[in-house]
């Protein structure tokens, strides 16, 4: 199968990054990744990298006026790349159309919550804060909303009794280097089908539970 070809988009630490890259050399993704953005000089994504031979180029933002300014300068980075599929990985800024509208339906984002529930920032402690029994993460192709866009793939995760944020936090973050690296192949495979803001996923294993229960149900 051709390879599709990725720009990663990153702010910080990048172990979402980590977890693509382990899945492409683990022959599991049919991609390769071209380059690499930080917005941020000096984050760990960067010397994961180095370490991995990718091309990585710095955008700080702060020297830009404008959003559309910095998003342009990504454009023709993204573009000098031949990348296909401009993918999100912890990157903490909004997107302007001039960049929307170079990748139509080819950015993908990675959010640490069960949208449309918890959009924005440190989501996973105000799910926790909130409650929840359930939260999780989704996958979600990027359009001008923060947190908006059509829904890929989502993975549940409870929250248990004695946890606390940074522990479901953790637990999140397990099942997003999952479920990230099994929406690029998806993507990779053509089988992502957009109508509106539904994403149908062509030839789907069957689901294991119709249902999930926390606390688990007990005499119903
Ligand atoms: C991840 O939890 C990701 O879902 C979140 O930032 C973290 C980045 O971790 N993204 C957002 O909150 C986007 N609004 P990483 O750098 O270790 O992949």
Redesign the pocket.
């Known amino acids: 199968m051709k390879k599709i070809n990725l720009g990663v988009l ?9 977890s693509i890259i382990d899945s492409i050399a683990a022959g599991k993704m049919d991609a390769t990744i071209q380059v690499i953005i930080s917005n941020i000089p000096g984050v ?2 960067l010397e994961r990298a180095r370490k991995h031979d990718i091309p990585a180029v710095v955008i700080d933002h702060e020297r830009f006026a404008t959003r559309e300014d910095f998003d342009r300068e990504m454009v023709s980075v993204l573009k000098a790349h031949h990348v296909d599929l401009v993918v ?5 800024r909004i997107l302007t159309p001039v960049l929307l509208k170079a990748f139509p339906l080819k950015i993908i ?4 919550a069960l949208l449309p529930s918890f959009q ?2 440190h ?2 402690e105000k799910a926790f804060d909130y409650g929840v029994k359930f939260s999780g ?1 989704t996958v979600h192709f990027v359009d001008e909303g923060v ?1 908006t866009g059509p829904i890929i793939i989502q993975a549940v995760v409870p929250v248990y009794g004695d946890d606390t944020a940074e522990m479901l ?1 953790q637990r ?2 397990e099942e ?1 280097h999952r479920i990230y690296p099994q929406a690029i192949q998806l993507y990779a495979e053509g089988r992502l089908e957009v109508t509106g803001r539904k994403v149908r996923v062509q030839n789907p294993r069957p689901m294991e539970a119709s249902s999930l229960h926390n606390p688990p149900l007990e005499k119903f």
């Open positions: 990153v702010s910080g630490g990048g172990t979402n990054l980590q760990r994504s999100m990985a912890g990157f903490m984002n990675i959010h640490p924005g920032l989501v996973q993460c947190d936090q999140i973050l997003e």
